[in-house]
């Protein structure tokens, strides 16, 4: 095992499957002579030359339309977006068409494409840069939504959706690119739309993903030292969801927090305690609590920013809460 | 040209005007749902345009479809048992009128996004310049998607890279309703691609002729420079946007106008005037036609439904291991 950073996982990922199949390139903003916006494609450009890691107009349409076309013929486009909040100028594309075409012309075109897009708040861009809008790409069928929340997870997770023949809405989040983690030497993989326990406990279940898992462990270490023991399953996937993992530990423990970075309104969380109710229902001791950012646009200020977002003391409270 | 090439695209632009007639009518019936855009006056256009391609260059288009489906060599049945919703359907009934595609013919479809193909189009040409062939890709559309930022995208896009796409602006005067003038910043499309620095030019969209002859120019200029052409060509639609289309925004006047020069009448002249084919030779494709359009539709009518557990397939590709 290898300790090292989120930035560094992806950037293995993305470069060991470039090597492997020469079907694989990048589009997106800043992706080649810069380095990548957040670095992760420094030293591409001088690796892989033009062809394979192309800078790109401002036009997310192009980039995304682009990679929709150029998989459709047999590439495997990897599209960048700079940021996730970008994504909107290319929602057309990523919910409307390569969800659809597989479906829509009776399985005779395939999409096999990743769009890579980056998350999140916490760093003082504003209200129209720090959005963790990921539910609402996760709301249709055809498109499958990845988020890790860990550096072994971030690997394995992208090079199977680099492989996958389905396109792929890959979510990172930029306040975790320095996240360290240890991770398999050599080639591994790991399955997309499986829920993964990544703290065993008996007492409380806490389901989250991405950001949410950074701060639901932290939680988890001081309800410890409370004598809480919290188990927490990671999604991973938010499309196809996997509610195996979630509702085999809710079973056990039968009080649920469900802990999101994006908005608490038709979330994450909203969907989790739904299948809950539908699929646990004579397994709930407690009402399931979301902890999940406040419903307002993000504002510059850290204070006020981060008075917004979710944080470890929200959780704990929130846990403690459901043990009543 | 010689003339069983002349006579085939004779022969295909009635199939398409027989085969959308009888549609129509199907549509009238409740038979088919959904929206249907007819392609009745603007055969000429998909007809030249594919006629010059070669087989390997690819085909894509907006959701008026079913011209360039069968120009691309899809069957009369799979067209029209796609309208009636069957299992027969080359998209098996999930497509319908406005999402027919056979990627083996290099058709790849019938999108119903306006100008949303456009940049699927660069990307297409994308793929093969990064496969290091010199296939063609084919982008029809019409005059309304080149106000939206699509389009511009797209164009700047295949501009920068040298990405072999030829656009074919079919601009047939309306956008719905709405007529060109009252749409865009230019009525001439075609300069639009000067602000991309494209070469482009324009043609008579009722000669089926012309309209093969300038895109087979456009297509050698595509292949052999590695740059984007846009063709401009001039058409009409003699129906209405969709089927269900009030028609207040023209006159039954201006209408029966443009029908005295409608591309196959004009087609059917000119093989008469340059005795290319007698008149009973082109009744007898006629003819030929009716019985294929009838048998279309019996096909179609007596193809099963698509079963129930169609609805669940195809949501993402069965793979295997990864």
Redesign the interface.
């Known amino acids: 095992m290898a300790r090292i950073t989120m930035r560094e996982a992806i950037s293995q990922a993305l470069m060991e499957e470039m090597d492997r199949d020469p079907?694989v390139?990048i589009m997106g903003e800043e992706v080649g002579v810069w380095g990548g916006t957040y670095a992760v494609t420094k030293g591409f450009y001088d690796k892989y030359g033009p062809?394979r890691v192309k800078d790109?107009?401002i036009?997310e349409?192009?980039i995304?339309?682009?990679?929709?076309?150029?998989?459709?013929?047999?590439?495997r486009?990897i599209a960048e977006l700079m940021t996730i909040n970008f994504a909107f100028s290319a929602m057309?594309?990523i919910v409307?068409?390569a969800p659809k075409?597989?479906?829509?012309?009776?399985?005779?075109?395939?999409v096999?494409m990743v769009i890579r897009a980056v998350g999140g708040g916490g760093r003082q861009l504003g209200a129209t840069h720090s959005q963790t809008p990921d539910v609402i790409f996760a709301h249709f069928?055809?498109l499958?939504v990845v988020s890790p929340g860990t550096p072994e997870d971030a690997k394995g997770l992208l090079k199977?959706a680099i492989?996958?023949?389905?396109p792929i809405f890959f979510i990172e989040n930029a306040t975790m690119y320095q996240v360290r983690g240890e991770v398999p030497e050599g080639e591994y993989?790991t399955p997309i739309g499986v829920s993964k326990v990544q703290r065993s406990g008996n007492d409380v279940t806490i389901v989250t993903y991405a950001k949410g898992l950074e701060l639901s462990m932290k939680a988890a270490d001081q309800l410890a030292k409370e004598g809480i023991q919290a188990e927490i399953v990671d999604l991973r996937t938010l499309r196809p969801l996997d509610m195996g993992p979630v509702l085999e530990s809710f079973k056990k423990t039968n009080r649920a927090v469900i802990v999101e970075e994006g908005w608490k309104s038709y979330g994450v969380g909203a969907e989790i305690t739904s299948r809950i109710y539908e699929e646990a229902f004579d397994y709930i001791d407690a009402p399931i609590l979301r902890v999940a950012q406040k419903e307002v646009p993000l504002p510059y200020n850290r204070t006020l920013e981060q008075s917004a977002l979710p944080q470890v003391p929200d959780i704990v409270a929130a846990v403690k809460e459901v043990m009543k | 040209m010689n003339k069983e090439k002349q006579l085939q695209m004779y022969r295909e632009m009635v199939l398409i005007r027989r085969l959308e007639k009888r549609g129509a009518e199907l549509y009238q019936d409740g038979k088919i749902g959904g929206f249907m855009h007819l392609y009745i006056g603007q055969e000429a256009v998909s007809t030249g345009i594919i006629a010059a391609r070669e087989s390997r260059d690819r085909v894509i288009t907006a959701y008026r479809d079913h011209g360039v489906a069968l120009n691309c060599g899809i069957s009369a049945n799979e067209v029209m048992a796609e309208l009636l919703g069957k299992a027969t359907g080359m998209s098996k009934g999930k497509g319908g009128s406005m999402h027919m595609a056979d990627p083996d013919k290099n058709m790849w479809g019938g999108h119903a996004i306006v100008g949303g193909h456009l940049p699927i189009a660069s990307g297409m040409a994308l793929g093969d310049q990064y496969a290091g062939n010199d296939n063609v890709t084919i982008c029809m559309f019409g005059e309304g998607a080149t106000n939206i930022g699509y389009f511009h995208e797209a164009l700047n896009l295949a501009k920068i890279w040298g990405l072999r796409v030829l656009w074919v602006c079919e601009n047939n005067e309306y956008g719905m309703g709405t007529a060109v003038e009252r749409a865009s910043a230019v009525s001439e499309i075609r300069q639009k691609a000067e602000g991309y620095g494209m070469k482009n030019s324009s043609v008579n969209g009722r000669d089926v002729l012309k309209v093969h002859n300038a895109a087979k120019e456009a297509l050698d200029y595509v292949r052999s420079n590695s740059q984007p052409y846009l063709l401009e060509v001039e058409t009409y639609r003699l129906r209405g946007h969709s089927m269900g289309d009030p028609e207040r925004y023209r006159t039954q006047d201006e209408v029966l106008k443009r029908k005295e020069n409608e591309p196959i009448r004009t087609f059917r002249k000119q093989l008469l005037s340059k005795k290319t084919a007698t008149a009973k030779k082109l009744d007898a494709i006629d003819a030929e036609v009716d019985v294929e359009v009838q048998k279309s539709v019996e096909f179609a009518e007596s193809s099963p439904e698509p079963a129930p557990e169609a609805l669940w397939e195809n949501v993402y590709v069965e793979q295997g291991e990864i």
Do not use: C, W
């Open positions: 079907s390139f062809e790109t107009p036009a349409n192009a995304v339309g682009g990679a929709i076309g150029a998989a459709m013929v047999g590439q486009p057309d594309y409307n068409q075409l597989h479906y829509m012309f009776g399985g005779q075109i395939k096999p069928p055809g499958k199977s492989r996958s023949d389905d993989t």
